[in-house]
């Protein structure tokens, strides 16, 4: 077994978005803890209810059509399965996440948890199905092996390496579920009608999708009856199974307590899936905008009308002042829009991209900064201004190596007011584009609004 970067085990508190959830997870969380509290107070040790998670990442990915497996295909060029693994690693009280992938993806699977700093992750060997790489899992969390920082846990999770919009409500869910009844699972309803065929190929018979649902993940059990179920499961199992729960049914008498999963818990399959996924993921990550600029009455007065149409142009993404950016870093914003107005140079955007940097803030996702210039041609020529700015090109091809992407604004600053507006509001479209698609291919261009 192969281990990742080593973490601590997260303290028993809720993690930080089940702060913010109802009374119903809090309860839920309180329940999940109270059977462990008592059981640590007869024994001694922790309160916290010890919870692993068991992700089986050595498919192959045939149904996506491409060459490299789906768990690998990358997503704003970061592969798929550290979005899912960065779902997992969120929730604090998950103490170790097991990853089963093939022999020939181990070194690129320490790859990435290397680049992406990722932590808690111990790597197993995948086996040639499903069910195989998921026991080799639940192997790995059972029986003590040298070096290994793995324990047995109490609850262990069985999530795909697949599904990268998991969150924290639902993986408590189906945790405090399997607590109380040893195994739980996600369902949805059937968005399409089941039928069976004859042997013929014609329509034998069809379900009322009302009275059934899809089996979803991420799946949870007590450790001790999903382990038992594999133990004994049969050789025809291991090879042609898919659902786990009927495992803990069939060979433990288990009978798992389905829970109501959320829309976003599908399973990327198809290579259409991926940009799907890249979809949403933009979208997420374009929620805030930091406008940075001076306090010069000049150039706040234009930054604060531009501030203001992009407030308009992106009415649900919150825009915030970069006079504090350590703040707005750690709110973990994705998207700096720099004014300069009354320099022609990139100093300030150079200052802003140091301290981007410092922050690795780009190790996760790209980070877009639009360094936003005026061309007023009474102070500086326009030869001369367009001459100053295109260094940005190199610029760009520097910070890109870091994941940050780096495209220039002109805009042009008339005196008039009412030119200047239209400029402005043309400024935000734009700047609203760059943000929304995040595009790589406009890195180190000079748009002119």
């Known amino acids: 077994m192969e281990s990742g970067t080593p973490g601590g085990s997260g303290p028993a508190e809720p993690g930080p978005r089940l702060r913010g959830l109802g009374g119903a997870l809090q309860a839920a969380w309180a329940s999940l803890l109270s059977g462990a509290q008592a059981q640590a107070q007869a024994e001694g040790g922790c309160c916290a209810p010890a919870v692993a998670a068991v992700l089986p990442a050595g498919g192959s990915g045939e149904r996506m059509g491409v060459p490299t497996p789906k768990q690998f295909c990358p997503i704003l060029e970061r592969p ?55 026991f080799n899992g639940l192997k790995a969390l059972a029986e003590s092996q040298p070096n290994s920082r793995l324990s047995r846990p109490e609850v262990v999770i069985i999530h795909d390496a697949v599904r990268p919009f998991v969150e924290e409500d639902v993986l408590l869910k189906v945790v405090t579920a399997a607590k109380e009844h040893g195994a739980a699972g996600a369902i949805r309803p059937l968005v399409s009608t089941v039928i069976s065929p004859s042997s013929d190929g014609c329509l034998d018979h069809s379900l009322d999708r009302t009275k059934h649902r899809a089996s979803e993940m991420p799946q949870a059990f007590l450790f001790d009856v999903i382990y038992e179920a594999y133990q004994q499961c049969s050789d025809y199992d291991l090879e042609f199974g898919t659902e786990c729960l009927q495992l803990a049914l069939k060979y433990c008498h288990v009978k798992a307590k389905l829970v109501e999963g959320s829309p976003d818990l599908w399973k990327v399959t198809y290579k259409r899936d991926l940009y799907a996924a890249e979809s949403i993921i933009k979208e997420r990550i374009s929620q805030q905008m930091c406008v940075v600029m001076d306090t010069k009455e000049d150039e706040e007065h234009v930054g604060r009308c531009l501030e203001e149409m992009l407030k308009n142009e992106l009415n649900h993404v919150k825009v915030m002042s970069g006079r504090d950016l350590q703040q707005v870093i750690l709110e973990q914003c994705y998207n700096f829009v720099c004014v300069n107005v009354m320099t022609s140079d990139f100093e300030k955007t150079q200052k802003l991209l140091n301290v981007l940097d410092e922050s690795n803030l780009s190790i996760l996702y790209p980070v877009v900064v639009i360094s936003v210039h005026f061309l007023d041609n009474k102070s500086i020529p326009f030869g001369r201004k367009m001459e100053d700015l295109m260094q940005i090109k190199e610029l760009a091809r520097e910070v890109k190596k870091r994941n940050i992407l780096l495209c220039g604004l002109l805009i042009y600053y008339p005196q008039d007011e009412q030119k200047l507006q239209e400029s402005l509001r043309q400024g935000a479209t734009i700047i609203a584009t760059l943000i929304k698609e995040r595009d790589s291919g406009l890195i180190g261009q000079l748009l002119i609004a």
């Open 80 to 134: 798929l399965i550290s979005y899912t693994l960065q779902a997992l690693e969120r929730v604090r009280w998950i103490k170790d996440i097991v990853v089963a992938v093939t022999g020939g993806n181990m070194e690129a699977m320490k790859g990435i948890i290397q680049r992406y700093q990722h932590k808690r992750i111990s790597l197993v060997e995948a086996g040639v199905t499903r069910h195989r790489s998921i």
